[in-house]
């Protein structure tokens, strides 16, 4: 048999990343401002490089990847293509199971990718330190690595109860250099004011993004910018180098184009990362279903319209056009905190408006114990966010056992769960709960996009 | 330049274990009872089954791997091999350093290697149940993995105060359908009597011992046995797959014999693992410096006598010939949890009585030191017994810097520390504590030695 680890020699990593937007058969919608005018790039310069804002309106299909960047991934890049044999055994299913293992990473995600390329860009334009917000600790462990490597300063806005919650998060930014406060915090007027206002509150990655681009923008020598974990164009474009490796691998195990793609989906980048270079195969006439999978507790794809909306609670982004659940979305306290986000990356959305992607939700409990299962046969402990494509796979390979058909499924592996063991103590002491979203709540939710400029058709 | 990660193919993995005994000039002393008689295999045979006692008391140089344990090992070996350019570019050094990545394995340290061989060898025997204790966590976890993946029951008991400092690592076993309980527990006779007289003890490993080998003794069914994570010949053994695995991978890199090998001691195994196959080589004419490195806190090596001691606070092990602080020495309590045991491995001690090894003692805080540098070059997050061995590699690359002189550096990385992240608080808020054990005290706490039998040379 062959091997079950897919290596890459650190020489074929890819040099380019793929951007998407010049491939698709209809251009997707533009940002635009709350009057209903398109974004211009110098709009957004207070907030980030303009090197990134090229990126983000960029309508080239390949990128160079920067050398420099390259020698960073190397300490983890090219990440292994794993096929799940232990698993494939245990459902008995003729389905060969293959995952790409971004857990590698030191930070234990896919989110470096994009870190430590925006961390490099900003150092290209002069820029001294960014700064971030961060829920679950994810991505502002991931831009501590990364400004740690490129040489700058980072300041991250953790959203206070789960600073409370996971005082070893700010710890682990801390080992990279990162400084991480509560927020709301003392540090900024409008951390100031809503702690005036609310001294008791819980914060919220709203009130945590408005801090974290008030320290940006506010900084008078200029020389401080903000970064955004996902959602954004460039952030997916970072992020593809995932799906490309994962093309080499394939091929090198000796498989054709994958019939399944799988990603967990919250602000799409890991998703978007793996399945990009195959949704360009689709749109040429491959044969692939391609699933974003998101929690039923936060159903944006599944449940949500497609709509213009802002990126964050406080309205100071852009309007986005994407699958939204309202910019005022509370969603329920599921464990995985990448997942709990109200909209959706625009080109993921795009590519669902484009008949390209099948959406699927998985509730909180199937995804724990199809993350027990990975656990007991792979022997890996998952991510809460990536147990909802491991719930996808196992589903797709027991319907390959019941219809007796081989196929081969990908499926992106984002992230280990050893810094979020929480979800499992519930789940294995029977204390969690299951959350599906009802329509009513989402109408209620949706209320807060009236008076917004609308999609035209 | 070469890839930084030298991956070895699974098929290349090595097809045999390492034992040393028959390599050494002289030959180790047997273990013994307090009546000063040698151990015989019966003796053993309530506690462990008789394969594995079998290969405890082995004068075989190799050790066929069964090929079920192989593909068992798969899921994470052979792991990789690592160059630390970025450490070395950084310390300036012209020394090549490469160290062999054990973090990989799904508990995240070397331990499911052997684990998993003890776990299936009692499985050949008939075995339906392991016991065995764990301070910090980690063997605990590591045979909750491998017990779940060869089809036994797993029973851990866990120091009390361990328990309840680290409440996920029950988790992390239960994950694996392990259980476990604090220790003093009231599921043994010695358990509860320890309960009713200090009822608010914090627990010991000494106790946590007796209560495991008293559930496996004692269960009437002889289908249970207890299990061993380190100090044991069997379990130097099923490490040696370590340094076989990092010789091949040497050769693929192009080098020869290292100049030097590190890796923390802590019971031995994760350095006998590492070194045993090139301390082969050392007794056959190689030019090789090979430190075991232990904390200053609990200076085995360093400090103790070789001595016959027991390798239990409780007595009931066979008396072993090692270095020892005294079966009664309290360590401070230091982070490396793994590396406050009070012996050393009868054949780690006896290599060092062979003068094979040279072993060096570092005080925490210098391993948070490095072990931060290394997170800031490298990437990711060591265990707090790794930092022991990357303070040591940081050493000698610094002294072949001022030496001007080329060298290669071959270390084990034993572990991630994304579990035991509370240390690095402490050193990040300057709250760490740094201790050297008095030379009094040593000799206060070897004062247990008295009337124990002495060894003969």
């Given at each position: 048999m062959a091997d079950i680890k897919v290596y890459l020699s650190e020489?074929?990593?890819?040099?380019k990343w793929y951007n998407i937007v010049p491939d698709f058969a209809n251009k997707p919608k533009p940002p635009i401002t709350p009057d209903g005018k398109p974004m211009t790039p110098d709009m957004l310069a207070p907030v980030f490089p303009m090197n990134l804002i090229e990126q983000e309106a960029s309508q080239k299909r390949w990128i160079d990847i920067p050398e420099e960047i390259i020698e960073i991934l190397y300490r983890w890049r090219p990440s292994p293509l794993r096929r799940a044999c232990y698993l494939e055994k245990y459902l008995k299913t003729p389905a060969r199971i293959y995952y790409k293992d971004e857990s590698l990473s030191p930070p234990g995600s896919h989110k470096p990718n994009t870190a430590v390329a925006q961390a490099w860009y900003n150092k290209q334009f002069g820029i001294k330190k960014l700064t971030t917000e961060t829920g679950a600790g994810q991505w502002g462990s991931a831009l501590s690595f990364a400004c740690n490597l490129v040489g700058l300063e980072c300041k991250v806005y953790m959203v206070r109860i789960s600073y409370d919650q996971k005082p070893l998060r700010k710890t682990m930014m801390g080992i990279w250099g990162g400084e991480c406060v509560p927020s709301?915090?003392?540090?900024t007027v409008f951390g100031r004011k809503v702690l005036k206002d609310t001294p008791d509150t819980p914060g919220s990655l709203g009130i945590a993004i408005s801090e974290a681009i008030e320290e940006a923008v506010s900084d008078k020598s200029g020389k401080t910018r903000y970064a955004l974990g996902s959602v954004l164009n460039h952030v997916m474009l970072h992020q593809t180098i995932i799906g490309l490796e994962a093309k080499k691998q394939l091929k090198a195990a000796?498989?054709?184009?994958?019939d399944v793609i799988i990603g967990c989906a919250g602000g799409g980048s890991n998703f978007a990362g793996l399945s990009f270079p195959f949704v360009y195969e689709k749109i040429n006439g491959a044969n692939i279903t391609i699933i974003p999978t998101e929690p039923t507790a936060c159903p944006t794809l599944t449940k949500g319209p497609f709509a213009y909306d802002y990126g964050d609670t406080a309205c100071m982004t852009p309007l986005l056009a994407m699958f939204t659940l309202g910019h005022g979305f509370v969603p329920p306290p599921i464990h995985a905190g990448g997942l709990r986000y109200h909209g959706m990356a625009p080109l993921v959305s795009h590519a669902v408006r484009e008949g390209l992607l099948e959406p699927r939700a998985f509730d909180q409990i199937k995804c724990y114990k199809a993350a027990l299962t990975w656990a007991r046969t792979e022997g890996a402990i998952c991510a809460p966010e990536t147990s909802h494509a491991v719930a996808c796979a196992i589903e797709e390979a027991e319907k390959a056992r019941e219809e007796g058909k081989e196929k081969v499924i990908l499926m992106n592996y984002?992230?280990?769960?050893l810094l979020d063991m929480g979800g499992y103590k519930k789940f294995l002491d029977g204390e969690l709960i299951e959350y599906r979203l009802p329509a009513s709540e989402v109408s209620k939710s949706l209320?807060?996009?009236?008076g917004l400029p609308k999609i035209n058709n």
């Open positions: 020489k074929d990593i890819p040099r709301p915090s003392d540090q000796g498989e054709k184009t994958p984002s992230g280990h769960g209320e807060c996009l009236k």
